[in-house]
């Protein structure tokens, strides 16, 4: 039930930003794009701090699935990226089809490592 309601939490939060975000009207794939980099370095972040928690493995394993499967997982959104990517493809935006996903992939990938990291250090 917790990771449930930390999926719900995760979802709504992820529902403000991106409300925040597309109503500026500056670019489409920018909520989704902030939402899955903020997503990785918070799953980084949870991940290294769990790394070097002096925590029983039953306290590890619980904070996990409450943090990143529960709030990650409702709050970043990998489908919504990929169908961001089908659609600039589709209208024939290529060049901003490559840049938006080999952007979200590198950056998400370093906002991660330096969440792990940073989180190793709390």
């Known amino acids: 039930m917790l990771v449930f309601a930390a999926g719900g939490t995760g979802a709504a939060c992820r529902l403000l930003v991106e409300t925040a975000i597309r109503t500026t009207g500056i670019w489409m794939g920018l909520a989704t794009w902030v939402i899955n980099t903020v997503g990785c370095f918070l799953m980084g972040l949870f991940a290294g701090w769990i790394a070097v928690s002096p925590w029983g493995d039953f306290d590890?394993?619980?904070?996990?699935?409450?943090?990143?499967?529960?709030?990650?997982?409702?709050?970043?959104?990998?489908?919504?990226?990929?169908?961001?990517?089908?659609?600039?493809?589709?209208?024939?935006?290529?060049?901003?089809?490559?840049?938006?996903?080999?952007?979200?992939?590198?950056?998400?990938?370093?906002c991660c490592a330096f969440g792990y990291w940073l989180g190793q250090k709390l």
């Open 60 to 110: 590890k394993t619980a904070f996990a699935m409450l943090t990143m499967t529960g709030f990650c997982g409702g709050f970043s959104t990998f489908s919504e990226f990929t169908l961001d990517c089908v659609k600039y493809f589709e209208t024939g935006h290529i060049g901003t089809w490559v840049i938006f996903g080999l952007l979200t992939i590198f950056v998400g990938l370093f």
